[in-house]
């Protein structure tokens, strides 16, 4: 169980263009999502978490306006790099909670690698 | 502010032998402390969690052990094998916000 996906797995696009990568919790309800990336050799950075039915909380220095985080269910994030530029390459990870087992780790998605151009 | 260090960027033993990973942290006080395995382009699988009033939490051939004095948890593998080379990665919560280490690389060689 505590499975979480993420789609794509990989995307290429050009400078300008908007990318929307998804993170499904498959087995279980995630009223919690986080967003993180993660750059070679260095470890996962919090960007934002996402709380069901309500506005995204961004880590400082993280804009809002350029990554978009919709929680519309308990099962689905979204995160939308809005006018990606070739700095916003980099490799982008979700993952939820799951409190029902009464431990509070984190399970993550596989990640998505974002290249831009 | 908050700091964790994970000994060592990389950590290579031979087969067989146990390898013993190390997160220190400063300026914080964890209720929790976790360990992840985390394989090249893939993300972070949760492998053991301890809380601050445990001293040790085993899972098959691993071991944990969380010294809040020492500011200190060591990650153990005993009888390591090539399929344990991977990088891990501690985390100290709360829950709503881990923070990661950056990691150590662990070779197991044949």
């Known amino acids: 169980g505590a499975v979480v996906s993420q789609h794509p797995s990989w995307v290429i696009c050009k400078s300008g263009t908007s990318v929307k990568i998804e993170c499904r919790s498959l087995?279980?309800?995630?009223?919690?999502m986080f967003w993180y990336r993660q750059f070679p050799k260095q470890s996962l950075m919090l960007m934002a978490t996402?709380?069901?039915?309500?506005?995204?909380?961004?880590e400082q220095g993280v804009e809002k306006d350029k990554f978009l985080i919709n929680h519309a269910s308990l099962t689905l994030s979204t995160l939308t790099v809005t006018s990606a530029h070739p700095e916003d390459s980099s490799f982008y990870i979700c993952?939820?909670?799951?409190?029902?087992?009464?431990?509070?780790?984190?399970?993550f998605g596989p990640g998505t690698r974002l290249t831009v151009l | 502010s908050q700091k964790i260090e994970q000994n060592s960027e990389a950590l290579n033993i031979q087969e067989g032998k146990t390898a013993t990973l190390t997160c220190n942290y400063t300026?914080?006080?964890?209720?929790?402390l976790q360990w992840y395995r985390q394989d090249p382009g893939r993300g972070p699988v949760f492998l053991l969690l301890?809380?601050?009033?445990?001293k040790e939490k085993r899972k098959e051939r691993l071991k944990v052990t969380f010294d809040t004095t020492l500011k200190q948890s060591l990650f153990h593998i005993t009888a390591s094998q090539p399929a344990d080379s991977a990088t891990y990665l501690c985390?100290?919560?709360?829950?709503?916000?881990?923070?990661f280490g950056s990691g150590t690389q662990l070779t197991v060689l044949p």
């Open positions: 993952s939820a909670r799951d409190l029902t087992g009464g431990y509070n780790e984190q399970f």
């Open positions: 087995d279980f309800q995630a009223t919690t």
């Open positions: 996402s709380n069901e039915g309500s506005k995204a909380t961004y």
């Open positions: 300026n914080y006080s964890p209720a929790y």
């Open positions: 301890i809380r601050e009033n445990e």
């Open positions: 985390a100290l919560g709360p829950a709503r916000q881990l923070t």
